[in-house]
């Protein structure tokens, strides 16, 4: 009998992440009981008006959180989406600024608010630099390749350029997974209204938003939830 040329081909698995991914890694949430908006105003550090108003300190800021992220490591939900990659065609869709699903092993991951471990050049967004481990801190005066820098970090009241390719994974997933995130922060948010009709939707979160009719709701960690949807899959 001949084989069908698509019968061995991989489901397309698209799993979106916030900020309860990287928790039980330690990495400090702005949300959180103790986090970040407890620390710091959050439009002084992760806004435009903000870095215009006080580049310094927003420099300072995520010099910190890069200190931070480099003594951290991926936790066991990390390894388990990588890990997926064997049985599916996975893709992840962050909305996290950290590497640590590159560093657990994921290979196709795309960030929805910019990496950590970049900073871009004031004059041309277009040219990004990856900052090196002994070299995580900059200023308004810093220079690379002749160029003043600014994080690599979508702020508040900027445009999000990576949405649409986004959208374009979500609307082919033939699975597709949010996990740590509370549906509150757009457009990231709005990515499960491109899910097509009859797609299976997981939504892993302790502490979950209201979701639509149909979406599976594992009320757990990152890690734990993890674990169950392997089984479940």
């Known amino acids: 009998m001949k084989m069908d040329k698509y019968s061995d081909k991989k489901k397309k698995l698209v799993i979106s992440t916030g900020a309860g ?4 890694s330690g990495i400090s949430t702005f949300r959180d009981s103790g986090g970040l908006w407890e620390q710091y105003p959050v439009m002084d550090v992760a806004s435009h008006d903000g870095y215009v108003r006080n580049p310094a300190l927003v420099h300072k ?3 910190q959180r890069r200190h931070d992220l480099i003594k951290a490591f991926p936790n066991a939900g990390h390894y388990a989406i990588a890990a ?4 599916y065609d996975v893709y992840v869709i962050t909305q996290n600024v950290d590497d640590l699903h590159e560093r657990a092993g994921s290979t196709n991951v795309l960030h929805l608010h910019g990496e950590l471990m970049k900073v871009r050049a004031v004059d041309d967004p277009s ?4 900052l090196a481990p002994d070299s995580l801190d900059t ?20 445009a999000v350029p990576a949405i649409e390719p986004a959208i374009e994974l979500v609307s082919e997933a033939d699975i597709f997974v949010v996990i740590g995130t509370s549906l509150n922060v ?3 948010a709005g990515l499960l209204h491109y899910v097509r009709a009859g797609v299976p939707v997981y939504y892993i979160d302790p502490s979950p938003a209201p979701v639509p009719a149909g979406v599976t709701v594992l009320k757990m960690t990152a890690s734990e939830g993890l674990r169950t949807l392997a089984e479940m899959l």
Request: proline share 8%.
């Open 127 to 130: 040219l990004i630099f990856t």
């Open 186 to 188: 757009y457009p990231a």
């Open 139 to 158: 200023t308004p005066d810093t220079l690379i390749e002749g160029h003043r820098v600014r994080p690599h970090i979508v702020f508040f009241q900027e």
């Open 21 to 24: 991914m990287s928790a039980e």
């Open 84 to 87: 997926l990659e064997k049985d």
């Open 61 to 63: 800021f995520y010099n």
